[in-house]
């Protein structure tokens, strides 16, 4: 059963285009950097993200979005709560972020 999980993020307004260039950039190498503590291999099944382009005008101030999908609750947990490259990049986009917002669903499971 695998788990998707979408993160949103609305930028503090003083950060360059730059800073948030390298956030998200940073964001999209976890797919890669994120390792399975006994395999040591990649356990992101996919991740993409991007600029936010939508022209129903719902976003609020949320300028970027990323999906993470994993193989099971037990990936996205240690991915949340214990994978030290995600705990990484956390310490680096949280001062950034005026706002995130994250939501975790099963696909097809109500």
């Not at 964001?27 to 990649?42: D, E, R």
Request: with cysteine; net charge negative; aromatic share 10%.
């Amino acid at each position: 059963m695998s788990i998707v999980h979408i993160v949103l993020f609305e930028w503090k307004s003083t950060l360059s285009a730059e800073q948030v260039e390298e956030a998200c950039a940073r964001m999209l190498a976890l797919g890669q950097k994120c390792v399975h503590p006994t395999s040591q291999t990649p356990y992101i099944k996919s991740s993409t993200g991007g600029r936010n382009n939508s022209p129903e005008g719902y976003a609020g101030g949320f300028t970027h979005g990323f999906v993470v999908e994993f193989e099971s609750e037990q990936d996205r947990d240690y991915y949340v709560h214990k994978d030290p490259a995600h705990q990484e990049f956390l310490k680096f986009a949280l001062p950034l972020v005026q706002d995130v917002k994250v939501v975790d669903y099963v696909p097809g499971k109500m």
